[in-house]
Antibody, heavy 121, light 108 residues
Framework: EVQLVQSGADVKKPGESLKISCKGS????????IGWVRQMPGKGLEWMGI????????RYSPSFQGQVTISADKSISTAYLQWSSLKASDTAMYYC??????????????WGKGTTVTVSS | SSELTQDPAVSVALGQTVRITCQGD??????ASWYQQKPGQAPVLVIY???NRPSGIPDRFSGSSSGDTASLTITGAQAEDEADYFC???????????FGGGTKLTVL
């Protein structure tokens, strides 16, 4: 079974760092993109960025460039999303998803269950 | 604001047909993918490319495109189709991917 297993919920204080994970199984991890999507409470989906674990090619949405770091360790089939200094406005659900990219579309066909990040003093 | 514009809410009577639209300049050149999200759940891909359904998605879901507008059509809407629907495609620069603001579908 193809699945993405995300790390558990986390509660942090403003200014703290955080790294959440997304472990793929049941497929060739290096042959698909991994995308990260933010969903703030009661809001829509926001595209954060994608990484291709096969060669670590990483693309960020302009809204998130410089705010987060996306990485992957293909030896353990795991992708990461990290912050160096969290803000209260980072409070959200974060999803990872497996992606297939073509020139004309990018589809995310398998999703993790999400990681809730709460940032509060 | 998103570069892909969706109506915030749409309603449909049980068993009727509903079209959910997504408008943006990039859609003249690129396809939209469509995701369904029910409360408390992760999104699910329902349509991608020209009009492709992943395995397990009912054939009452279909996609189409004309000019700067992509559409997701549900023919014979069921109660379980009540959800938020998000389109996704490239932004106007063509260099990045974005989601539409989402449409809340109510099945009456």
């Amino acid at each position: 079974e193809v699945q993405l297993v995300q790390s558990g919920a986390d509660v942090k204080k403003p200014g703290e760092s955080l790294k959440i994970s997304c472990k793929g199984s049941g497929y060739s991890f290096t042959s698909y993109w991994i995308g990260w999507v933010r969903q703030m409470p009661g809001k829509g989906l926001e595209w954060m960025g994608i990484i291709y674990p096969g060669d670590s090619d990483t693309r960020y949405s302009p809204s998130f460039q410089g705010q987060v770091t996306i990485s992957a360790d293909k030896s353990i089939s795991t992708a990461y999303l990290q912050w160096s200094s969290l803000k209260a406005s980072d409070t959200a659900m974060y999803y990872c998803a497996r992606g297939v990219a073509t020139t004309y579309y990018f589809n995310m066909d398998v999703w993790g269950k999400g990681t809730t990040v709460t940032v509060s003093s | 604001s998103s570069e892909l514009t969706q109506d915030p809410a749409v309603s449909v009577a049980l068993g009727q047909t509903v079209r959910i639209t997504c408008q943006g300049d990039s859609l003249r050149s690129y396809y939209a993918s469509w995701y369904q999200q029910k409360p408390g759940q992760a999104p699910v891909l329902v349509i991608y490319g020209k009009n492709n359904r992943p395995s397990g998605i009912p054939d009452r879901f279909s996609g189409s495109s004309s000019g700067d507008t992509a559409s997701l059509t549900i023919t014979g809407a069921q109660a379980e189709d009540e959800a938020d629907y998000f389109c996704n495609s490239r932004d106007s620069s063509g260099n990045h991917w974005v989601f539409g603001g989402g449409t809340k579908l109510t099945v009456l």
